[in-house]
């Protein structure tokens, strides 16, 4: 069986097309900001992506760089006023924050209604209860690359692999407000290794580097791998790659599957937050 390398690239690429022209269309320029505190090389090389991609679909950037020094009080004071800027649309805060920082109050410091990683707590359980356009980026993702690939998922045995909050959960929970149904496999989990091996789609966001092997799953099986880990040569993903071609029908690489649709989906998130302003108060 021939393996087809998912080509997330593409598909970002598409989804951003469809973002440019519509934000064309609204009456004033959103601004989206990536809150960046301290210096880590690695996640200011994202800030920068997401400010490269922002500014070509039309969406302004606001840069909003601090130093690892400043005190949780400090910060949670500048987002507060991140979210009184005219026409601001979505922030986001760069993750890790530095250790000495309270990293959940300052998530919740966002204005819920700008929250364009649902990441608080508030937009995390309207989320949950159905209550709001917002969803998780990278769950997002998962969903339009499966989408892409145009399976006709009723009927199908999908299996999430890990239910962390950015990528797991909310993406069972969107898989099943479709109707599906989706088997979840945890740490406690018993018969792993059978649940996985009859999987038609998986979906694995564990972050356990060349976990998932081509023994252990069936052929035909689409794997969607949105897990990343760190190793010697970079970043992998949970899937070994080499090991599943030949008996995986579809699976999306680590780099250049997931990640770049999860971009094009923040910034979608984005846009939705203007259409929404541009309607006016309710």
Do not use: W
């Amino acid at each position: 069986m021939e393996t087809k390398i998912i080509d997330g690239k593409k598909i970002r690429d598409e989804i951003l097309a469809d973002v440019k022209k519509e934000v064309a269309t609204l009456s004033f320029q959103p601004i989206f900001c990536d809150v960046f505190v301290g210096d880590n090389s690695v996640s200011m090389q994202y800030v920068n992506m997401k400010k490269r991609m922002a500014e070509e679909v039309g969406i302004s950037f606001h840069d909003s760089f601090y130093p690892a020094t400043i005190t949780t009080e400090e910060l949670i004071n500048e987002i507060k006023k991140i979210n009184e800027i005219p026409n601001m649309c979505g922030v986001i805060v760069q993750l890790p924050l530095p250790s000495s920082l309270d990293q959940k109050q300052i998530l919740n410091t966002i204005n819920p209604e700008l929250d364009v990683d649902c990441i608080g707590t508030v937009a995390n359980e309207k989320f949950y209860k159905g209550e709001k356009v917002l969803s998780f980026p990278t769950a997002l993702a998962c969903v339009r690359i499966l989408d892409s690939i145009n399976l006709d998922l009723r009927g199908k045995k999908i299996v999430v692999l890990g239910q962390g909050e950015l990528v797991g959960k909310p993406a069972t929970a969107l898989l099943r407000s479709r109707g599906l149904e989706v088997n979840t496999i945890e740490r406690d989990t018993e018969n792993k290794k059978e649940i996985l091996k009859q999987a038609d789609v998986i979906i694995s966001g564990m972050g356990n580097g060349k976990y998932i092997t081509g023994a252990m799953i069936k052929e035909g099986a689409v794997i969607i791998d949105a897990g990343t880990s760190e190793s010697g040569s970079g970043i992998v993903g949970d899937v070994d790659l080499e090991s599943v071609k030949g008996i995986a029908s579809f699976v999306s690489p680590v780099p250049g599957g997931v990640g770049p649709v999860t971009v094009a989906m923040l910034l979608k998130n984005v846009l939705e937050v203007a259409k929404e302003k541009s309607k006016g108060p309710s």
